[in-house]
């Protein structure tokens, strides 16, 4: 069963990888899953719970390179619209991350999903949506010809808002 559940989480992160940042393709994800399944005896919620706290952290760090951008000509439009594209697929995916009996109310020192994700499930999903369409729309702009930061950076505000809207009703920061 171990040898599953490392096999099921090494396929998301392969799969992630062309989705999302290199960290996860490396051994960050096996640090992760080795960190959730000490405290998550339930080896489908450790690994449904692993999966989802990489798929945030490389929307995390798909926003930190947008920024990076927008505040320090770090890259280009060709890297905001590629990072935007990472976070639009992660965000359509996410809500099939958080199967029922995963969130906070039974791992509190795991995960900070709210109760709200599940018995706010629609709203959930909606409001996933709603960041995946944004960042959609940032990767559009960053793509148009002269591309300016503008633009740019008013639609990297509008996903910024739809990433807040849902962390306000849905997510528990972690305390560390």
Known sequence: MKALTVLAFGGFALAA???TT???ADNHGNKLMK????????????TAIAKRR?????????????????KANKGGPADVAKSAT????????????FPAGTGMARYPAVTGAKPEVFSDNDGFK?????MASAAANLAKAASAPNAGKKEIG?????LGKSCGSCHKVYRQ???K
């Open 17 to 19: 990888a062309s989705v």
């Open 22 to 24: 290199p960290a996860i």
């Open 35 to 46: 960190e959730v399944e000490m405290k998550v005896d339930n080896k489908a919620h450790a």
């Open 54 to 70: 990489a798929a945030m952290r490389a929307v995390s760090g798909n926003m930190k390179t947008i920024a990076g951008y927008l």
């Open 86 to 97: 990472m976070i639009a697929n992660i965000a359509k995916v996410a809500p099939d991350l």
């Open 126 to 130: 909606k409001a996933s949506m709603a």
């Open 154 to 158: 008013m639609a990297f505000g509008a």
């Open 173 to 175: 920061k972690l305390k």
